[in-house]
T-cell receptor, first 112, second 112 residues
Framework: DQQVKQNSPSLSVQEGRISILNCDYT??????FLWYKKYPAEGPTFLIS?????DKNEDGRFTVFLNKSAKHLSLHIVPSQPGDSAVYFC???????????FGKGTRLSVIA | KAGVTQTPRYLIKTRGQQVTLSCSPI?????VSWYQQTPGQGLQFLFE???????NKGNFPGRFSGRQFSNSRSEMNVSTLELGDSALYLC???????????FGPGTRLTVT
């Protein structure tokens, strides 16, 4: 039972354009969501998060949108840079101390 | 401030053997979580330790176990290794289990 789904295993975008990574969840108890970025041979690093009381959170080039009714969130990267090429994981949690549940990841390739 | 460290970084074991992996969290962090990452499966939660007590456990067989020491360092053990245990094992720490966790670089375990 996959509670967090990232249906696109890979995405290729041109440098300077917008990258949109999508994530769906099924657990209606989830009230906090995070995006992590992972480079090869490194551990995931925290990128941005959003609480279910918001529908948008922005940090520089990164914006996360949350649509609670659709149980869907997306990460927008504008403008995309070659250094953004990595695997992006979406994760959700019931912030009452339950473990993070991760999606399978989306590999983003930003082409110069 | 030093990050999360994991040792060893790479390990090759034979089916049936056992293995112990080590994780040193960021100084001051008391929560340590372990995850298994396999190709196409994302990060799957193994267990979380806080103040030397297992606080959460994922859906893994009893061959997977862990512990945490008084200095917050943690070890995980896998007994009777199977080929399917080949994976990247990631450790993450936080002050007290907050959702934003800091990951180590992982230990790549290969079972032959």
């Amino acid at each position: 039972d996959q509670q967090v789904k990232q249906n696109s295993p890979s995405l290729s975008v041109q440098e300077g354009r917008i990258s949109i990574l999508n994530c769906d969840y099924t657990n209606s108890m989830f009230d906090y969501f995070l995006w992590y970025k992972k480079y090869p041979a490194e551990g995931p690093t925290f990128l941005i998060s959003i609480s279910s009381i918001k529908d948008k959170n922005e940090d520089g080039r990164f914006t996360v949108f949350l649509n609670k009714s659709a149980k869907h969130l997306s990460l927008h990267i504008v403008p995309s840079q070659p250094g953004d090429s990595a695997v992006y994981f979406c994760a959700g949690t019931d912030s009452g101390n339950t473990p993070l549940v991760f999606g399978k990841g989306t590999r983003l390739s930003v082409i110069a | 401030k030093a990050g999360v460290t994991q040792t060893p970084r790479y390990l090759i074991k034979t089916r049936g053997q056992q293995v112990t992996l080590s994780c040193s969290p960021i100084s001051g962090h008391r929560s340590v979580s372990w995850y298994q990452q396999t190709p196409g499966q994302g990060l799957q939660f193994l267990f979380e330790y806080f103040s030397e007590t297992q606080r959460n456990k994922g859906n893994f067989p009893g061959r997977f176990s862990g512990r945490q020491f008084s200095n917050s360092r943690s070890e995980m053990n896998v007994s009777t290794l199977e080929l399917g245990d080949s994976a990247l094992y990631l450790c993450a720490s936080s002050f007290s289990g907050e959702t934003e966790q800091y990951f180590g670089p992982g230990t790549r375990l290969t079972v032959t």
